[in-house]
């Protein structure tokens, strides 16, 4: 069997054709080899970058210019309100025994040595009849020295006589004084004490009572808990922990507003009055002490409330966030040098508001940075 080629006939058009499309093809094939992306436009020497005047990648960089303005710096932490401690105090037993009246009750409000309750105890009874005894026995010691100097100057007594007079005088007056600093342990007055009358036990702040646990007849020994708890709560401080970064701006601090959860609304002004030597190892915070007024009562020992710090405005900068990018641990900015030219410039940013970014240290007013685009740098570095 033979095979015989079978010739078609082509026109030449058509022919025309297939070579078109044929040279259309290869040059999509070449096209597609070309890269894609524009690092080919980018040239890096150092910290300074040029991108090629004719790079696509320069329609997605936008530069934008540093202006320093006024600004107040302003952040809020947590914050417990706490009582002042000199305006607080717990009254306990002052020694063991039964309390035989009360004279406050609780919520009343108190002046310095308004009388709180009184106190029966043996142990009580014995100071005062020791005290009692010693100064009668001071007051004849006395006595007889002043008549043994009167009998020794008209030449009747003794010179002897005299100093055992000297000798008792002295004995009695440092057991006196031993009586009377037994009573004042008990907080009384020496020169008012009645034999078998129980002790009155005084405020010895002005405030209120918040806290009373008395009970009448009952006895307490002397490590009993407190029996009253008094408060002046017209002025509270106010606990704040800001971060260990914040503490530069706090001698700058122009006012301190504190809010309650309850109440959005109500704004208490409050100065700062302590500041801790102390940083919390454990989460970096530094315990700020506020005074606040509370003379309506809204601020409860041992509330939550919310602390805004306000400092005074002073000229700073701020920049777009995305300008800022990273680079070992660094914070960094494309400054521009010339047209398409830029140079890698590493800054000290602060807070951030409303997605721009403060920087402390590292810009000038009137420098031209990248302000959109510059992650794509990134990318090509």
Request: with cysteine.
């Amino acid at each position: 069997m033979v095979n015989r080629a079978i010739k078609i006939p082509i026109h030449p058009l058509r022919f025309m054709g297939w070579i078109a499309a044929l040279t259309i093809m290869q040059a999509c094939t070449q096209r597609s080899a070309v890269p894609s992306d524009d690092s080919s436009a980018l040239h890096f020497a150092g910290d300074t970058l040029t991108i090629n005047a004719h790079a696509p990648l320069l329609s997605k960089i936008k530069c934008t210019a540093v202006v320093q303005q006024p600004h107040q710096l302003t952040f809020s932490t947590a914050a417990m309100v706490k009582i002042i401690p000199n305006s607080y105090v717990e009254i306990p037993m002052p020694f063991a025994g039964r309390v035989v009246r009360s004279y406050v009750s609780l919520g009343q409000k108190v002046a310095v040595n308004t009388a709180l309750f009184s106190i029966s105890s043996s142990d009580y009874f014995d100071a005062q009849r020791t005290y009692l005894e010693a100064k009668q026995t001071y007051a004849l010691a006395a006595n007889v020295l002043k008549r043994q100097k009167d009998l020794l100057s008209h030449g009747v007594g003794t010179q002897k006589e005299l100093e055992e007079a000297e000798t008792n005088f002295a004995i009695s007056k440092t057991t006196l004084n031993n009586a009377t600093a037994s009573l004042k342990i008990y907080d009384n007055n020496p020169a008012q004490v009645v034999l078998g009358q129980p002790l009155l036990v005084r405020s010895p702040i002005h405030g209120e009572i918040l806290s009373n646990t008395i009970v009448l007849g009952q006895y307490n020994k002397e490590d009993a808990p407190a029996l009253l708890r008094i408060a002046e709560l017209s002025k509270v401080w106010v606990s704040a922990y800001i971060k260990e970064k914040d503490l530069g701006a706090i001698d700058q601090i122009r006012s301190v507003e504190v809010q309650i959860d309850n109440q959005p609304t109500k704004r208490l002004q409050g100065k700062i009055v302590h500041i801790n030597q102390f940083v919390d190892e454990a989460n970096r915070n530094i315990e700020v002490l506020v005074e606040c007024d509370n003379k309506d009562r809204l601020l409860k020992p041992g509330m939550y409330v919310n602390t805004q710090f306000e400092q005074l405005a002073a000229a700073s900068i701020f920049i777009p966030a995305k300008a800022v990018l990273q680079f070992n641990d660094k914070s960094f900015v494309w400054v521009q040098l010339a047209p398409h030219t830029f140079m890698r410039r590493y800054v000290q940013t602060g807070v951030t508001e409303n997605e721009q970014i403060q920087i402390i240290q590292g810009l000038s007013n009137g420098e031209q940075i990248i302000g959109e685009g510059a992650f794509y740098l990134l990318a090509s570095n």
